[in-house]
């Protein structure tokens, strides 16, 4: 055998990967550390989805009270992420509200000069393009007496 052209033989050992809480042993020849390496992952993997899904395989030795801790466990982180998204959300006030409270003090005094809210509405329409029914100017204006 030349040397040159082939890659040399692995030393054949034997080859122990950790797996959920027990050795993979390779203890046949044929098994090389990649196809080890390998079947060590899928079964980790394996075991951390029926860690995280307890009830997507059947298993007859379940504990009902873990069951139990798993799943109040999900739906307690499920919560606090939810709330902190609910939390970090900004409540944006609308372009047409802030525009409405920087009218305020006109719309005031044009119902003190007496008139009426469809008249208000129709002038804010048509001077500031900010369209307003007239029933909305009165509980705006009941709203601002009230304050």
Known sequence: RKTGLLPPKPKKRFIRAWVSGTYLRSKQKELDPNQITL??????????????????????????????????????????RHTEKIKSRKKREGKKKRKIAQLMAEIVIMREQGQSYKAIADYIEKYHKLKLH????????HAHEGK
Request: no cysteine; net charge positive.
């Open 39 to 80: 079947v060590s992952l899928i079964k980790t993997a394996e075991h951390f989805f029926n860690a995280e899904h307890p009830t997507a395989h059947k298993d007859r030795d379940h504990d009902l009270e873990a069951l139990r801790k798993k799943v109040m466990e999900r739906i307690q982180r499920h919560k606090i």
């Open 134 to 141: 007239p029933t909305y100017v009165s509980k705006l204006l």
